[in-house]
């Protein structure tokens, strides 16, 4: 078995206190978003007909209270930030040390706050009341 793993997944790392940083925050948002995921699942599917729930729906019923859009664009942003940044942890350990690595790191990186701008912007902008 490759140093690097153990039985219950990566290791902490012991190197820089960015990777430290990194690999807490993929702990932390993976606990948020079973909380959110379960919750919103709850939600949606048992405690509203999901046949009554259209884009109309969503934005006079749902959207109308910006609660909801907070947890809705708080799980957008766990969800971004928890897939790239395993799809990173993949890159590093199967892309060599070089301009290739830190390449496809940084696509990844600007991919990512792309996606997460947008989806704000989405959450922001659809209708409904909000200041």
Request: aromatic fraction near 10%; glycine fraction near 10%; hydrophobic fraction near 50%.
């Amino acid at each position: 078995m490759n140093a690097r793993y153990s039985i219950t997944g990566r290791p902490r790392p012991t190197g820089s206190r960015r990777e430290l940083a990194v690999w807490y925050l993929m702990r932390l948002t993976g606990l948020g978003l079973f909380v959110f995921a379960l919750s919103h699942f709850l939600i949606t599917h048992v405690l509203f007909d999901p046949a009554n729930q259209t884009a109309d729906w969503i934005a006079t019923h749902r959207w109308a209270d910006n609660l909801w859009r907070g947890v809705d664009g708080t799980m957008l942003v766990l969800v971004v930030f928890h897939s790239f940044t395993g799809v990173r942890t993949v890159l590093l350990d199967y892309v060599g040390v070089g301009r290739l690595r830190t390449v496809l790191v940084a696509i990844l990186v600007i991919g990512g706050v792309i996606l997460a701008i947008l989806g704000g912007i989405a959450v922001v902008n659809a209708p409904g009341p909000m200041p």
